[in-house]
């Protein structure tokens, strides 16, 4: 029933509690109907199996043992609830003779995932077992949240001649139209509208062929959020870039300059950078993130493509909308010219993050999956780099150090066969899960990770002195990571020089497996 939900990848740690699903998915993978990853921390496999829902909107499923192996998977779910990426997680459990009377490892963990999970089930013994991976599958697919099964210890050995089940006739289309008297109001809007801005956020990043449409009908600016950067390129003649405290001042110009905002699945949390005080035409196929935050002038209840191909039917040509690509060129060349000057920044302490982004946006593939992570490598990301078609994965809401490497493993299993996969992050941050470069040299995942060395949280140091409070306990000792990397059978290089950026960043990205680049960085250049 799992294989049949589309789940073939599995990332996960086999032990002791789970050993008969384990025994299950092994001959399912001599099928060839999966694929598992033996992780080397749990939390890691949560964020792999996350990051691989959040780019392909499919399922992918974390594997623990009971007590604390499934407790460490709950950060990472945490991110893909907030997120609202789909995932699957999968814990054994103590044998349930022995559960809730203090046995080794036994923990409440329907109690533990209740919050985390939009549904979580025991499967006993005398349970429908397929049914309640079809409902398991289902709440994450369509809720776009986290499910998860508890599996004790002599279920997992059970034998069952059940028919297999699968999402045939259980899940429809979503691709909802919006009242026809709500279009008509949006587009009344739109044609009285003189100089009218595209938001658009991660939500609608799969149907930007009509948004981009409807902008170059009217010739409107598109910015994204944070979180969907990558959704519009930055050399599409009307692209922004992003919008908000990690974004360009272009997009920042033409907010303000706006007299109307179609925005296009995006959350409005307060990091996004979308004025309230501007009428707002807000599209979303969830009702409860219409007007979430505050009234919005129009909420549209649609799929992002089917409006935006409505609205422009029903603009049509007699509208008052100017046309802004002269305008956004002119921005560009400013911010552009401003970006040049910033690589020149150089006070002896290492390389400026201008520098770096902009090597970075010379050498990745214009197809490439980016995994950033969190702290001044995110905001410096967001600022600099200058996106084609890639597609942009972060911890957004939840904010977790640590996601961009397991990110990237994620992103190889989705996609590596076919796109670069590049990892971002801060030397303090990639931490957290280094050692499982081991996992990505075992399994020959092909992924080059950028690590921003610069010995300490540079974030927090940042917040620190921004707050006139003494800087206080955010360095970190570091090895070599380049050095690191190459004792755990990966490429690895240091690198200290803006002169030495393209090279080792090409070197890396045409090395065949997973290759870590540590560049020398200034923490206040960012």
């Known amino acids: 029933t799992m294989v049949n939900w589309g789940v073939t990848t599995v990332f996960g740690m086999v032990g002791h509690s789970n050993l008969g699903f384990a025994d299950a998915m092994r001959v399912a ?3 060839g109907d999966l694929r598992f990853f033996g992780i080397r921390h749990e939390g890691a496999a949560s964020f792999a199996a996350t990051a691989y829902g959040k780019l392909t909107d499919d399922l992918a ?12 998977l709950l950060t990472g779910l945490y991110d893909a609830k907030v997120d609202r990426a789909p995932v699957l997680a999968l814990s054994g459990q103590v044998p349930s003779k022995v559960k809730g009377r203090g046995a080794f490892q036994d923990v409440d963990l329907e109690g533990a995932f209740a919050d985390v999970a939009r549904y979580s089930e025991t499967v006993h013994a005398g349970s429908h077992h397929a049914e309640l991976m079809n409902m398991a599958c289902k709440a994450a697919v369509v809720g776009r949240d986290v499910a998860h099964l508890v599996l004790p210890d002599e279920v997992q050995l059970q034998a069952s001649d059940a028919e297999a089940g699968g999402p045939l006739g259980r899940v429809a289309s979503r691709q909802i139209s919006p009242p026809a008297g709500v279009v008509d109001a949006a587009a009344e809007m739109i044609r009285q509208s003189k100089r009218p801005m595209i938001i658009v956020g991660h939500g609608a990043r799969n149907d930007m062929a009509e948004v981009i449409a409807l902008a170059e009908h009217i010739g409107a600016p598109v910015a994204t959020t944070f979180k969907g950067k990558g959704a519009i390129s930055d050399q599409h003649e009307l692209g922004c870039g992003v919008l908000g405290r990690s974004g360009t001042p272009i997009a920042s110009w033409f907010m303000n300059e706006s007299d109307l905002l179609l925005v296009f699945g ?41 409006t935006a191909r409505l609205l422009a039917g029903e603009i049509g040509d007699d509208h008052e909308c100017v046309d802004h690509r002269a305008e956004v060129a002119e921005r560009w060349s400013i911010w552009r010219e401003e970006k040049a000057s910033r690589r020149a920044d ?50 957004g809401y939840l904010g977790s150090i640590g996601f961009g490497f397991p990110a990237a493993m994620g992103a190889w299993a989705a996609v590596g066969d076919e796109r670069q996969i590049i990892g971002v992050s801060g030397d303090a941050v990639f931490g957290q899960y280094a050692m499982e470069v081991t996992t990505a040299v075992k399994y020959g995942m092909n992924i080059t990770h950028v690590i921003m060395i610069n010995a300490e949280l540079g974030k927090i140091s940042k917040e620190q002195r921004a707050a006139e409070l003494d800087v206080w306990q955010t360095s970190v000792t570091n090895p070599s990571f380049g050095e690191f990397a190459q004792l755990c059978g990966a490429w690895g290089a240091r690198i200290g020089r803006i002169d030495q950026l393209d090279a080792a960043l090409s070197a890396a990205l045409a090395h065949d497996g997973p290759a870590i680049v540590e ?5 206040l250049l960012v």
């Open 266 to 306: 995006a959350s409005f949390s307060n990091h996004t950078g979308i004025a309230p005080y501007k009428p707002i035409i807000q599209v979303d196929f969830d009702p409860m993130a219409l007007g979430r935050f505050h009234a919005v002038d129009v909420p549209m209840l649609g799929h992002a493509a089917v």
């Open 29 to 31: 993978e001599e099928r």
């Open 519 to 523: 560049v020398m960085t200034d923490a």
């Open 346 to 395: 150089d006070t002896g302490d290492g390389i400026n993050a201008a520098a770096l982004f902009d090597a970075l946006t010379r050498t990745a593939d214009p197809d490439a999956v980016l995994c950033v992570d969190v702290g001044n490598n995110t905001y410096s990301f967001g600022r600099y780099f200058e996106v084609a078609n890639q597609s942009v994965l972060m911890s």
């Open 61 to 72: 499923a974390c594997f623990a043992i009971a007590g604390p192996g499934s407790t460490n």
